[in-house]
């Protein structure tokens, strides 16, 4: 009986140890404090990431940094002394990661947002490392400092943890110059 009860005692202690940092990172409904006054929507732009307003039952889903737009850089893997490019090209549905040096693209899928941050899971659909390729599936994380973003991708391959870091600059439109109509030279008839 003693064992059972101290099996139970260390079992609760497990628990409350491994939920107070997720205490200390969220309020929890029972903690915050009530609200008086009207239920403030969040403000929405139409560069908002991956959707454009809030709509159905996640009016939420728009928050996070602006990242729409085709951007490219280097990233620095940790513990290797060269580093690839990557590009993401992200409009407000849909994310894609492309690594010419690795022959791999990715869909980048949306799991969450804050004010500053946006959380992506990584599923390679070309080059994937379980299929014979270089790239394994991941999880990024990208913010937005003025025209530049900040991107942290992670993935545990087979227990090694994998992370790699850069900053991306957004692609802006080169400009060419208008096609000029041929004109034919008049003959001389």
Known sequence: MRQWMLCLAITWLVFVAGTAPLRAQFSWPYDAP???GPTETPAVSAESPLISSPTGNNPL??????IVGKWSG????????????VELAITPKSAES???DLDCIGKLIRVGASKSYIFFIEV?????ANKGGRCPDGTVTITRSKDNLALEWFANVEGD???????????????EPAI?????RASAS
């Open 98 to 100: 492309k690594y010419p």
């Open 180 to 184: 000029q109509p041929v004109r034919k």
């Open 161 to 175: 943890m994998i992370i790699a870091y850069g900053t991306l600059a957004q692609n802006r439109g080169i400009h």
């Open 124 to 128: 390679i659909t070309k080059g994937a």
């Open 74 to 85: 280097q990233l620095t893997q940790i513990g290797s002394r060269s580093s690839y490019k």
């Open 34 to 36: 009530p609200k008086s």
């Open 61 to 66: 889903a728009a928050i996070g940094p602006a």
